[in-house]
């Protein structure tokens, strides 16, 4: 199994270096990376799950799947208990303080989480990818943006309309469509289908270069290690999924979905957080260059932690 991840690792660090080099030569602009951003997120991704969910899966698969919400939800509240005592154990500057928090409970699961899981464990990994993401996505969207916001704004608010149309995005639509086919045991034209997953498989080789020219963009020599990148780094690698660990390790559930789950949970910082943390005038660069170091600690902690839980 650590051989596996390494090779899983090594596939992805070699999509993301493509990014990189690509985004350093000047082919990206900062309109190109918001272009790949949205035709991921809001075209190729919800195809992907459409496909995947009613090609691989049976209604009682996932029927059986979705009780597993409680293990993320359960993490991710006692994660945000954490990030919040260390931030004022740590006397983390007031002015980031809200995405400190945020960037220290929310992972990264669909842009980083789901390629990486697919190289590592195949296709079975999908439906717990997607039970972790809807979790994960609802806490960022509610949340996540609360504590942004309130760095941004000094004050903030939850809007009930806006926070259900980022939970219910194009990739969780994509999902509960997948769902609702599987579940009344409807099938789609061959043709449909076929398009479906072409699009669909622009999702994971999209990512990476996503991933490679926001790397790029935040700029290595910008990469530092200073009291709260550091906790941060603590945070989603350490704390996290030893959290998700010990939970799992209560109960009887299967082997796979423990994996799944420890490792979505050891994910980088949400490539959403510069972009939200720009609109609410907040510090977008903290937010980017921890997009970076979580990035480029993933590939070295991905095999070490498989190496302990395969």
Known sequence: ??????????VILGLIAVGYVLALRGWFSAE????????????????????????RFSARDLLDMLPNLRFPVLSMVILLALAMALAQVFAVDPSHRGLFVSMFFNSNTVFVGLPVNQ?????QSIPYVLVYYMCNTTFFWTLGIYLIQRD??????LKLSDSLKKIFSPPLL???LGLLLVLLGLELPKVLLTDLTYLGNLTIPLSMLFIGIAIARAGMRNLRLGKDHILILLGRFVMAPLVMAAILA?????????????VQSAMPVMTNAPVVAKLYG????????????????MLVVVPLLMGLIG
Not at 32 to 55: D, G, H, K, N
Not at 152 to 157: C, H, I, K, L, M
Request: proline share 3%; glycine share 10%; aromatic share 10%.
């Open 32 to 55: 190109t990376s918001q272009f790949l951003s949205r035709l991921v997120t809001q075209l190729a991704l919800p195809c992907y799950m459409v496909v995947t969910i009613v090609e």
């Open 282 to 297: 907040a510090d977008s660069q903290y937010a980017a260059i921890m997009v970076a170091e979580t990035t480029l600690g």
């Open 119 to 123: 190289a590592l464990f195949g296709d």
């Open 1 to 10: 199994m650590f051989y596996q991840s390494i090779s899983g690792v090594l």
């Open 174 to 176: 994509g999902f509960l």
């Open 250 to 262: 209560l109960v009887d559930a299967p082997a796979l979905m423990k994996q799944v789950f420890i």
């Open 152 to 157: 941004g704004q000094g004050q903030a608010g």
